[in-house]
């Protein structure tokens, strides 16, 4: 088969494809990765073909203009709303490289919502690979589950939208946490990639002391959680040194001179692959990205969340259901809760009963190759 992966928007987001483009080429298939030529080079170090789509987009500058548009007109934000406005900037030169190479499988990750309108025009079998937790939860039908700007897109592609198109789901989340179960969804093994690959080698042992990683995305998501006076100041910080544990900073390379300074003894690594930093950590406090979770839930290491925003709070709470995952919302968020929720996770039996049985669960998913043949 040909299969055409699909991603935009974040650099992050074509990372849970990554070891079903992996499965693929190692198969025998021919494989392309497609994404706007501003993410070719993180895209690049997945070992996968690249192929650069549509103009470069300054997604930061994207978000902040369609935030201010909703606001004007009265609606409520919807994420779904800007990453319909990144499928319209690549739609055009997606579909034409769908149909010059002639797919016979589309895959996407779910903010990539020019994919399923380039399989359309071909013909070609459509699966969204989800990188989380569902965000496609309200409403009857799919299609009213997305913005009119979904169905516009289409119209103006002279492209057919039905009510309920014929995408596949694979999804790596836990079956116990899905918020969705309809539709033709499949569970898949979730498997860690990162393109980062920098581990200092105290990374790989353990201390005398549980080591508890605090890490919160980039960029805009970092800024969030540095106070005044920077990250040595945050409640967060100040929570998890008042407790007995080695504490570890993770973040981009790009954040690390924001922090400024920090008290005696915090480590701080940038570029550290999660999945190899984790097996040594007895916590971690995170922001609650979709990898972040995933990755923790697949390694048995309990969890604090600290949601800042909608998407982020749904999957948190989902999470929580299991018993491994804490949580609290902005508002929540003391040097007390934080302190406590994070005891708790390092003590409490019962906590790290929960997270071995969550891991337990992710791995006995089908791994990625599995599904291979399914799409024949």
């Not at 500058?61 to 900037?89: I, T, W």
């Amino acid at each position: 088969m040909r299969i055409l992966f699909a991603t935009s928007a974040l650099a992050s987001h074509h990372c849970a494809m990554v070891p079903f483009g992996w499965a693929a080429l190692a198969t025998g298939h021919e494989v392309r990765l497609a994404t706007s030529p501003e993410l070719t080079g993180t895209a690049a170090r997945s070992g996968l073909p690249v192929v650069p789509v549509g103009p470069a987009i300054d997604f930061p500058a994207l978000h902040k203009e369609l935030v201010r548009q909703v606001e004007q007109e009265g609606r409520r934000y919807d994420p779904k709303v800007l990453f319909c406005a990144v499928a319209d900037r690549m739609a055009g030169s997606l579909v034409e490289l769908a149909r010059s190479w002639r797919p016979d499988v589309v895959v996407w990750d779910p903010a990539t919502l020019a994919a399923p309108l380039a399989a359309s025009a071909v013909g070609a079998r459509s699966v969204r690979y989800l990188w989380g937790l569902d965000m496609l939860g309200r409403g009857r039908t799919l299609i009213e589950k997305l913005p009119p700007e979904f169905a516009e897109l289409y119209a103006r592609h002279g492209i057919q939208l039905a009510d309920e198109p014929d995408w596949w789901t694979f999804d790596p989340s836990p079956p116990s946490v899905w918020p969705v179960t309809t539709g033709h969804r499949k569970p898949v093994r979730y498997l860690p990639f990162s393109p980062n690959g920098e581990v200092p080698g105290w990374a790989y042992r353990t201390g005398d002391r549980p080591r508890v990683c605090l890490t919160f995305g980039s960029g805009i998501t970092m800024k969030e959680f540095v106070a005044d006076g920077g990250f040595g100041n945050s409640a967060v910080l100040r929570a998890v040194t008042d407790l007995d544990v080695e504490v570890v900073v993770a973040v981009s390379p790009a954040d690390r001179d924001g922090l400024g300074p920090l008290p005696d003894g915090v480590r701080v690594v940038s570029s550290c692959p999660l999945s190899t930093l984790l097996p040594t950590c007895a916590a971690v406090v995170h922001h609650g990205g979709n990898g972040t979770l995933l990755t923790a839930a697949l390694l048995g290491v309990p969890q604090l969340v600290l949601s800042y925003l909608p998407d982020l709070k749904f999957s948190a709470e989902a999470f929580a259901g299991s018993g491994s995952v804490g949580h609290l919302t902005r508002a929540e968020v003391t040097r007390e809760a934080v302190r406590d929720n994070v005891s708790r996770a390092l003590t409490d039996p019962a906590v790290a009963g929960a997270a071995q049985r969550l891991r337990a669960e992710m791995l006995a998913q089908p791994l990625p190759g599995e599904l291979l043949a399914s799409l024949n």
